[in-house]
C-alpha cells in the first residue's frame, strides 16, 4: 500500500517562499504521473505542477515561473519549491502519483500567504 505524506506548509508574507516535501511509502514500480495539485476555499483542485514519466513537466499558468517542482528518487521523494509566494496561492496542496489504475494522494498541507 503507497502513502503520501506532505509536509512544509505554514504561514509566510507575500513574496517570501516555501519548500514543500511529500514522502512517498510503499513499492511504486512505474507512475504515470506525480505532481502537485491545490485546492482554496469554494475553488475546484487545480493542477499546480506534474512530472511526467516521460516527457516535459507541466506547470500552471499561474505559478510559471515562481514554482518549481522535483523529485529524489533515491529518497521517494517529491518537492514543490514556492517563490514569490503571492496571497492567491492560498490554499491546500495535495501531492499526487496517478500509477494508472491506481491514484494516490496525500492528506494535504496548508500554505497560507498573507499580504
Known amino acids: 500500500q503507497v502513502q503520501l505524506v506532505e509536509s512544509g506548509g505554514g504561514l509566510v508574507q507575500a513574496g517570501g517562499s516555501l519548500r514543500l516535501s511529500c514522502a512517498a511509502s510503499g513499492k511504486i514500480f512505474r507512475f504515470d504521473y506525480m505532481g502537485w495539485y491545490r485546492q482554496a476555499p469554494g475553488k475546484e483542485r487545480e493542477l499546480v505542477a506534474r512530472?511526467?514519466?516521460?516527457?516535459?513537466?507541466r506547470y500552471g499558468d499561474s505559478v510559471k515561473g515562481r514554482f518549481t517542482v522535483s523529485r529524489d528518487n533515491a529518497e521517494n521523494t517529491m518537492y514543490l519549491q514556492m517563490n514569490d509566494l503571492k496571497p492567491e496561492d492560498t490554499a491546500v496542496y495535495y501531492c499526487?502519483?496517478?500509477?494508472?489504475?491506481?491514484?494516490?494522494w496525500g492528506q494535504g498541507t496548508q500554505v497560507t500567504v498573507s499580504s
Open positions: 499526487n502519483i496517478l500509477a494508472n489504475p491506481q491514484d494516490y
Open positions: 512530472i511526467p514519466d516521460f516527457g516535459r513537466t
